[in-house]
């Protein structure tokens, strides 16, 4: 199949605190997994992507982590702020033209 | 660097009309495009992925003949909705990827679109 699995739907924290959203996806062959930030009515943004070949990328305040065995990535948000507070959207490339599957999205809501 | 533009941003038609929304990559040449539609709280459902210079490859359920694409060139892509009606209102987002940047995907504003 082709699902990629999200959680969870909503994500609630403190300003200063952490965020961490969890994707799955089920194509063994993905190689590429990038993560989007979408503001209400706006394009989704790439924020920070990982490929097959590594296991953890950071960027600033954003990290990603991924393990290949268990076909999981994830999302790490460290000292989140209220400008953090947007749907996240993972995604993996599936198929020979490397499209890409998106998972549901997660409302991250960073409280003042 | 790697800015794609949609036009239009916001189009009202009346049903049984035709819409089309133009995907432009403003500083790279897009190999491919692709088109979304996303519905109000919903993810990102990909419709068809458009290869410069050759036929639209549709996702399962999406309607070719509803749904037209052409890329005719390397910074343009079109989608042309035909016989529109209520439930196709939507959110249509394309995105476009340059082979010279691996896989990244970069988002147009997005189209939203209302039939009446």
């Known amino acids: 199949g082709e699902n990629v699995e999200q959680h969870p739907s909503t994500l609630s924290v403190q300003e200063g605190d952490s965020a961490v959203i969890k994707c799955t996806y089920s194509?063994?062959?993905?190689?590429?997994f990038p993560w989007y930030k979408q503001e209400l009515g706006k394009r989704p943004q790439l924020i920070i992507d990982?490929?097959?070949?590594?296991g953890e990328k950071k960027d600033q305040r954003i990290a990603v982590t991924l393990n290949k065995t268990a076909k999981h990535f994830s999302l790490h948000i460290t000292e989140t702020q209220p400008e953090d507070s947007a749907v996240y959207f993972c995604a993996a490339s599936i198929g020979g033209n490397n499209r890409l599957a998106f998972g549901k999205g997660n409302q991250v809501v960073v409280i003042p | 660097g790697a800015v794609v533009s949609q036009h239009p941003s916001r189009v009202i038609c009346k049903s049984g009309t035709s819409v089309k929304i133009e995907c432009r990559s403003l500083?790279?040449?897009?190999?491919?495009m692709f088109w979304y539609r996303q519905f109000p709280k919903q993810s990102l459902m990909l419709m068809a992925t458009?290869?410069?210079?050759?036929?639209?490859?549709?996702e399962q359920g999406v309607e070719k003949d509803k749904f037209l694409i052409n890329h005719a060139s390397l910074t343009l892509s079109t989608l042309t909705v035909t016989s529109a009606h209520p439930e196709d209102s939507s959110f249509y987002i394309c995105?476009?990827?340059?082979?010279?940047?691996?896989?990244?995907?970069?988002f147009g504003p997005g189209t939203r679109l209302t039939v009446l």
């Open positions: 995105s476009a990827r340059a082979t010279s940047l691996l896989n990244e995907q970069f």
């Open positions: 458009s290869n410069e210079g050759s036929k639209a490859t549709y």
């Open positions: 500083d790279f040449q897009a190999t491919t």
């Open positions: 194509d063994s062959a993905s190689n590429y």
């Open positions: 990982i490929r097959s070949n590594v």
